[in-house]
């Protein structure tokens, strides 16, 4: 009998990773499922005046105030009118629910970490710091980003102002 999951009894290093896959432009981009509190279609943003640029605003959700962030533009892409695959995914960063504009949501997927690697220098144009690893899947090349680092401290504070606001 042959097992294909990794038991918990096994020794190997190999996790599986379960992510949530999005595009900015061309770029495929994963986060880690347990960050993610939900998917939403685009909605009415309330902005915020005197925040920077990459801050959309806030948005009501199920009664609780949440700052939203445009990725693309955190991330250097130029700008892009949302359409109708435009979402925004809700993650909770330390004890924050931050929203964060994507283009579109692509799947679910779940892969051994050990098809990732640690990320070279610069990806797709985008600093290392905020990125955990780079998945090498079968067609593609999946960059891994970690949420956490893509807002700098002083980010989060200035985000953190607008949701107690």
Known sequence: MELKQTSTSD?????L???VSFHI??????VDILNIQG???????????NTP??????????????PVVNL?????????????????????IGKRVIGFIVDSVNEVLR????????????????DSEYITA?????????ILLDLEKVLSGEDLNIIENISNN
């Open 11 to 15: 020794t190997s290093q190999s996790q």
């Open 17 to 19: 990773l379960q992510l």
């Open 25 to 30: 432009e061309e770029e495929e981009f994963a």
């Open 39 to 49: 998917i939403n279609r685009m909605m009415n943003i309330t902005r915020v005046p």
């Open 53 to 66: 640029a990459f801050v959309e605003g806030i948005i009501n959700l199920r009664g609780q105030v949440i």
């Open 72 to 92: 693309r533009k955190r991330l250097g892409f130029p700008p892009k009118e949302p359409d109708k695959a435009t979402r925004i995914i809700v993650v909770e």
């Open 111 to 126: 892969i051994s970490s050990s098809i990732t690697e640690p990320p070279p220098p610069m990806v797709a144009g985008i």
């Open 134 to 142: 780079v998945g090498k899947l079968e067609d593609r090349l999946l």
